[in-house]
C-alpha cells in the first residue's frame, strides 16, 4: 500500500467553513458569473488577511500565517512537535495513539486537524457600523463553503512550511470551487461545491478534488475523465468516486467493520518471492456479525460480504453489503433455489458466489477448479496474475470450508507459496490483535488446504470503469 | 444562606440623601455585578420623575421603573447589570415586599426580552430588593428567584464597604461587524425589516457565543484565573481577541429573490468588568461576549426606534439609504476605579445630551471632559475603494438628519459595490 511509504508521515487537515453571500443585482449569466468572481475574490482575500487564524483541534496552539504568529509553538520546529499540545481524551483522537503506534509495523500517518476561524477583533479605536438598506428586487446568493484543505507532510517539514502549503491548498480551493460553481450554474440553481480527498497511487499521493454536491457519481464522468488525464491516471477502474474518498487514520469507521486486517502483518520472506495482494480496501465479513447467527453455515456468505465490500468501497457499485437474506433471495431470483430457501440455514458455495456477485453487483468472475487440495501449490502463477490485474479478493470454497484469500508470496524460481488468508470462520469481537495474533487473517502454507478434498475459487473480475 | 452583598459606600450616601430630601416613597435600581461566589452593587439611581403621571409620583409606577431599567441596562457595559430595585418609604418593609415582588419581576421580565444572547447555567437568577425606611433608615433586603414565578422573599445580607468600585479588571476588545440580511420581496412593511434584522443578528449572536476567546492573546483553559487585574486602583485592561467561524447553512436554495438587503456594517469598542477577586477566564469570556452581543443589538433597536429610519416618505423612492449607528460614549463611575457606564450619541447629538442622560438615567452629575468618547468615531461614509464603475457615479451626499444617502458602499461589503455600481440614486429633499 501506499500508505508504507509515507511513515512517520504527518497529515495536517485544514478544515472550516467560509460564508459565500452576495447580492445578485441580475440574474443573467455574465453578471452574475461576474458577482459571483468577485465574491470569491473577496474571499480570497479574507483568508489572506491578517484575521485568518488556525487553531489546531483540542490544543491551545494558534496560528495566524498572514502575519507570522504563532501562539505556544516556534515556527520552526517539526510539524510532529504539535502533537505534544493536542489533548486526547480519548482513542478517537489522532495525537498520542498514532504516534504509539508509530513503533509497530505498518504505520499509517497520523493527522493533526486545523480549523480555519477569522478574528473578529481588531485594533481601536474603531469607527461605529453603518445600516445601510437596499430597496431593489434582486436575489440573494448565499451558501457555506466547506473548506476542507489536506496535505502530507514529512516529519522534517517546520510548522511554517506546513502553514504555507496549508494557505496554498486554501486559496487553489477557493479558485476550484468558483470554478465549479461556475460550471455548473444553470439559470439560479446553483450547486455547493464539495471537496474531496483522494489518495492516488505514487507519485500523486494524497489530493483534494473539488466535486458539486449532489451529483451522483454517475453523472460526473466528465469530470472524473478530466482528472484521470490531469493525474495521468489509468482509464479502467475508479479513482475520483466518492466511495474511492480518503479516510483519514484518525477517523474510526462508524459501520464497526474492521478495514484490511492484513496489513498488520509481516510479509512471509520466501527465496526470491513476491508479494502479491488485494488491491485497495474491504472490511472483514465473519460469523456472528451483524446479529446473525450464522456459526457452521455461514463462511460463504461471509466471504461474498467481504468481497462485495470491496467493489462497494472502490467505488465500482454503490450497493451495500447484502445481508444472508438479500443473497438467498438472489439466488432464488437468478433461479439458483427454490423459493424455500430464503430464511434456510444453507450452506452456499463459489458457484452461488458468481451468480451473487453477477445478480446483485453485475460482477463476473472466473472460476477456478482443482480436484484436490494439494494441486493448489501450483496455482501460483494464476493467482499472482489475478493480484496483479484483477486486485479482487478470492473466494475459495467447495468440498470443505470456505475462505477468502487475500494474496499469496510466490516465488517464480522455486515455486514456493503462501497465502495470505481471511477467515471468515471468526466468532469474536472486532479485536484486531486476536484476529491477527491467532491466524484469523495470516499467512498460510499449502499444508493448509485439505490435500484431498477439491475446490473452487472464484475470482472476481473489476469492471473496466472510471 | 441567603445571599450577601457587598455594597459601595458611596450607596449608603447617595440612598441617605434620597431619605433626607423627600418625603413621599422614591423608587430605584441597584446596579452591579452577581455570581455564584459573590455580589457586589456598586450604584443606585433613582427612577426618575414621570411627569406625566396621574398622581404626580405618588404611587409606584410599574410600568415607569421598568422602562427606566431597559434604558439603564442598555447603559451598562458588560459585567454590570440592573440587580435589582429599592425603595425608600415609611411604610412598613412587610407591607412594600409585594409592590418590590412586582418591580424585580417586571423589571426583569422587560429588561430579558431584549437580550439575545443564552443565558447560561451559572447564571444567577436572584434578584434584590431593598427597602430603606427615611426615618429609622433601617434596611431591609430581600430576594426573590426570578426564574420561579412562585418564589418567595428570602432574606439576604446588605453590607457596605468602601472601595468597591476600585477593585475591577475590565476586558476589551474591538470588534468588526458585517452583516447583511436579505429583505423579502413584498418588502413594504418596516416591521419586515426589524423582524429580518433582529433574526439576523439572533444567528451572529450565536456565532459570537460559539466563538473563541483569547484573553492576552491565549486561548486559556475555563478555570484559569486572570493573572491581571487583582490590584487595586490600578486601571488594569486585559485586551481580549475572538476568533469566530461561521455556521455551517443548508439552505435549501443557494439563490433566493429577494426585495432588498439590509446591512450592518463597521465595528464596536466592547468592554466588560470583573471584580478582581480571583476572577475567571471563563466568566471574562462570558461577560464580553454578552456585551458584544448587547452593544450591537441595543444600536440596531435605537437606530429602528428613531421616527426618520421609520420614515414611510422615504419608502420606495430611495433605493439605497444609510443610516449611521450611535456611537458609544463612556463614562467612569468614579474618578479613582476603573468602572464605566456608557452611552450612545448619534451624529446629531452633542456631549451635553450625554451628561444630561447619565443625569437623568443613573443619577451621575458628569462633565463632557468626564467622557470617554475615544473608542469609537461616528461612522462617516466612507469613499474607500471605489472602483471606476462606481466613480463615475456622483455621489450625492445629503445629510439632513443622521442619514446620509451614498451610493458607496463600505469596502468590507464587497458584494453591495457591485450592486451600487447599478443603482440611480433619486434625491427628492
Known amino acids: 500500500m501506499v500508505l508504507a511509504d509515507s511513515e512517520s508521515a504527518v497529515i495536517l487537515r485544514l478544515r472550516g467553513p467560509l460564508d459565500l453571500k452576495c447580492l445578485l443585482d441580475s440574474i443573467d449569466v455574465v453578471p452574475m458569473q461576474k458577482t459571483i468572481s468577485r465574491t470569491f475574490e473577496a474571499l480570497r482575500l479574507q483568508v489572506k488577511s491578517e484575521s485568518c487564524v488556525l487553531a489546531v483541534c483540542n490544543s491551545p ?119 465549479v460553481i461556475l460550471q455548473c450554474m444553470k439559470g439560479t440553481t446553483l450547486l455547493v461545491p464539495e471537496p474531496l480527498h483522494f489518495l492516488l497511487p505514487e507519485p500523486n499521493g494524497l489530493v483534494t478534488v473539488v466535486l458539486p454536491s449532489g451529483v451522483p457519481d454517475k453523472e460526473l464522468e466528465a469530470q472524473r475523465r478530466e482528472l484521470h ?116 440455514r444453507q450452506w452456499i458455495g463459489s458457484i452461488e458466489v458468481q451468480a451473487v456477485l453477477n445478480h446483485l453487483l453485475g460482477v463476473t468472475s472466473k472460476i477456478m477448479f482443482v480436484s484436490q487440495g494439494s494441486e493448489l501449490a501450483s496455482k501460483g502463477r494464476e493467482l499472482a496474475n489475478h493480484f496483479m490485474t484483477e486486485g479482487t479478493p478470492v473466494m475459495i470454497g467447495g468440498g470443505v470450508l ?61 469492471p473496466r470503469v472510471i | 444562606m441567603g445571599r450577601s452583598y457587598i455594597v459601595e459606600d458611596d450607596v449608603e450616601g447617595y440612598l441617605s440623601r434620597l431619605c433626607s430630601q423627600l418625603a413621599g416613597p422614591v423608587t430605584g435600581l441597584l446596579i452591579g455585578q452577581s455570581t455564584v461566589q459573590r455580589d457586589f452593587v456598586v450604584m443606585a439611581t433613582r427612577t426618575p420623575q414621570n411627569n406625566e403621571s396621574a398622581d404626580g409620583g405618588k404611587s409606584v409606577d410599574k410600568e415607569w421603573v421598568s422602562e427606566h431599567a431597559r434604558q439603564v441596562s442598555r447603559m451598562l457595559p458588560g459585567g454590570l447589570s440592573v440587580l435589582g430595585v429599592f425603595i425608600i418609604s415609611e411604610s412598613d418593609a412587610k ?58 422573599a428570602k432574606p439576604a445580607d446588605w453590607k457596605y464597604q468602601s472601595g468597591v468600585c476600585s477593585s475591577w479588571a475590565m476586558v476589551s476588545c474591538c470588534l468588526s461587524v458585517d452583516l447583511m440580511v436579505p429583505l423579502p420581496e413584498n418588502m413594504a412593511f418596516t416591521r419586515n425589516m426589524d423582524d429580518c434584522l433582529k433574526e439576523e443578528l439572533k444567528v451572529w449572536a450565536q456565532q459570537i457565543e460559539r466563538g473563541v476567546c483569547l484573553i492576552d492573546g491565549k486561548k486559556l483553559p475555563e478555570d484559569a484565573e486572570l493573572k491581571a487585574g487583582q490590584k487595586k486602583n490600578v486601571r488594569q485592561t486585559i485586551s481580549a481577541q475572538l476568533l469566530i467561524t461561521p455556521d455551517m447553512q443548508t439552505a435549501a436554495d443557494v439563490v433566493q429573490r429577494c426585495g432588498g438587503c439590509v446591512s450592518v456594517s463597521g465595528a464596536i469598542h466592547s468592554r466588560a468588568f470583573l471584580h478582581s477577586n480571583k476572577p475567571k477566564a471563563k466568566l471574562a469570556e462570558k461577560l464580553l461576549k454578552r456585551d458584544i452581543v448587547s452593544t450591537v443589538a441595543t444600536r440596531v433597536q435605537m437606530l429602528l426606534e428613531e421616527p426618520q429610519t421609520q ?31 456608557c452611552d450612545y450619541q448619534f451624529s446629531d447629538e452633542g456631549l451635553s445630551e450625554m451628561t444630561d442622560r447619565f443625569k437623568e438615567m443613573l443619577d451621575m452629575d458628569a462633565a463632557e471632559e468626564d467622557l470617554d468618547a475615544t473608542q469609537e468615531m461616528i461612522a462617516e461614509v466612507i469613499e474607500s475603494e471605489v472602483t471606476e464603475e462606481e466613480s463615475a457615479e456622483e455621489n450625492e451626499m445629503l445629510d439632513p438628519w443622521r442619514n446620509n444617502y451614498i451610493g458607496v458602499a463600505m469596502a468590507t461589503a464587497v458584494a453591495l459595490l457591485a450592486l451600487a455600481a447599478s443603482i440611480v440614486y433619486l434625491s427628492d429633499v
Not at chain 1, 498520542?96 to 505498518?106: E, H
Open chain 1, 61 to 179: 496552539v494558534l496560528i495566524w500565517p498572514n502575519k507570522s504568529v504563532f501562539e505556544e509553538i516556534t515556527p520552526d520546529a517539526p510539524c510532529e512537535d504539535i502533537f505534544q499540545f493536542i489533548q486526547t481524551d480519548d482513542q478517537e483522537t489522532s495525537g498520542k495513539r498514532s504516534t504509539k503506534k508509530k513503533n509497530k509495523k505498518g504505520v499509517s500517518a497520523s493527522v493533526i486537524n486545523l480549523s480555519l476561524m477569522m478574528e473578529a477583533t481588531k485594533p481601536g479605536p474603531v469607527s461605529a457600523p453603518i445600516l445601510t438598506r437596499t430597496a431593489h428586487k434582486s436575489h440573494l446568493l448565499c451558501a457555506t463553503l466547506p473548506m476542507d484543505c489536506a496535505i502530507w507532510s514529512s516529519c522534517s517539514d517546520t510548522i511554517k512550511d506546513g502553514c504555507e502549503q496549508l494557505m496554498k491548498a486554501l486559496t487553489r480551493q477557493l479558485f476550484e470551487m468558483e470554478k
Open chain 1, 229 to 344: 488525464g490531469q493525474f495521468e491516471l489509468p482509464d479502467n477502474r475508479p479513482f475520483f468516486r466518492r466511495a474511492n474518498t480518503y479516510h483519514f487514520p484518525n477517523e474510526p469507521y462508524k459501520d464497526g467493520y474492521l478495514r484490511n486486517p492484513h496489513t498488520v502483518l509481516t510479509h512471509p520472506t520466501l527465496d526470491n518471492g513476491k508479494v502479491y495482494l488485494v488491491q485497495g480496501i474491504y472490511s472483514y465479513h465473519h460469523y456472528m456479525q451483524d446479529h446473525m447467527d450464522d456459526n457452521g453455515w455461514g463462511c460463504a456468505y461471509r466471504s461474498l460480504q467481504t468481497i462485495c465490500s470491496w467493489f462497494q468501497q472502490q467505488g465500482y457499485v454503490e450497493r451495500g453489503v447484502p445481508s444472508h437474506k438479500e443473497i438467498q433471495q438472489a439466488l432464488v431470483e437468478v433461479g439458483d433455489k427454490q423459493a424455500s430457501f430464503v430464511g434456510s
Open chain 1, 402 to 462: 470456505a475462505h477468502t484469500i487475500l494474496g499469496i508470496a510466490w516465488s517464480e524460481t522455486t515455486g514456493e507459496i503462501r497465502y495470505l488468508i481471511l477467515d471468515p470462520h471468526y466468532t469474536g469481537a472486532e479485536d484486531l490483535p486476536v484476529i491477527t495474533e491467532k491466524g484469523w487473517c495470516g499467512w498460510k502454507g499449502p499444508d493448509f488446504w485439505d490435500q484431498t478434498a477439491y475446490y473452487n475459487l472464484c475470482l472476481p473480475q473489476r
Open chain 2, 95 to 152: 407591607d412594600t415586599l409585594t409592590t418590590l415582588r412586582q418591580l424585580v419581576f417586571s423589571v426583569e421580565n422587560l429588561i430579558s426580552s431584549e437580550r439575545l444572547w443564552t443565558p447560561a447555567d451559572d447564571d444567577v437568577t436572584d434578584c434584590v430588593t431593598l427597602h430603606v425606611n427615611p426615618k429609622t433608615r433601617k434596611t431591609v433586603c430581600r430576594t426573590f428567584d426570578i426564574k420561579d414565578p412562585k418564589s418567595v
Open chain 2, 311 to 341: 420614515n414611510e416618505e422615504n419608502k420606495g423612492r430611495k433605493q439605497t439609504e444609510q443610516f449611521c449607528l450611535p456611537r458609544r460614549v463612556f463614562c467612569a463611575v468614579k474618578s479613582t476605579g476603573p468602572l464605566s457606564v
